[in-house]
């Protein structure tokens, strides 16, 4: 399974909006000039995480995009779903039940399952806010008082 560069783009951009979520939209411009990205390809994927209700947005002058939860709310399965699809390792897995008509005698379908499970194990535990954290501990602004 490889994630697209659209999937890790807008993994990014939704982080960028959880770090510097103030409550305040942030533009599009803003996000891609931090994240050197285009930003006609951040509009591309800002559009699916709209309509997916994942992000608000006001027009104008004050303009931009927010999140519309709390970054704990996210898990980075949901943001790779929406914009990957399915993200099972082999197409026997896409249907449940599985459909595969070798799956009564498929001896490596054990393997597909056990990393299927994996992948969602990890994708399905960790939240934006536990990437804000480790974005927060890796530039060294994780003060305790």
């Not at 770090?19 to 994240?35: D, F, L």
């Not at 969602?120 to 934006?128: F, G, Y």
Request: glycine share 6%; aromatic share 6%; hydrophobic share 40%.
């Amino acid at each position: 399974m490889k994630i697209s560069t659209k999937g890790r783009y807008a993994l990014r951009l939704m982080l960028d909006l959880a770090v510097n979520n103030t409550g305040e939209y942030i533009t599009i411009k803003s996000i891609a000039a931090r994240q050197e990205i285009s930003d006609k390809y951040l509009e591309q994927i800002i559009t699916q995480l709209s309509k997916a209700g994942y992000v608000k947005s006001t027009r104008g002058a004050q303009g931009g995009y927010r999140l519309a939860m709390a970054p704990e709310e996210y898990t980075v399965g949901m943001i790779l779903r929406l914009i990957e699809g399915n993200l099972t390792p082999v197409s026997c897995l896409d249907d449940s039940p599985n459909q595969c008509t070798r799956a009564n005698q498929c001896a490596t379908l054990m393997v597909w399952e056990k990393l299927n499970d994996a992948i969602d194990q990890v994708i399905d535990n960790i939240t934006l806010s536990d990437l804000v954290d480790h974005h927060n501990s890796l530039l060294g602004n994780d003060y305790v008082i």
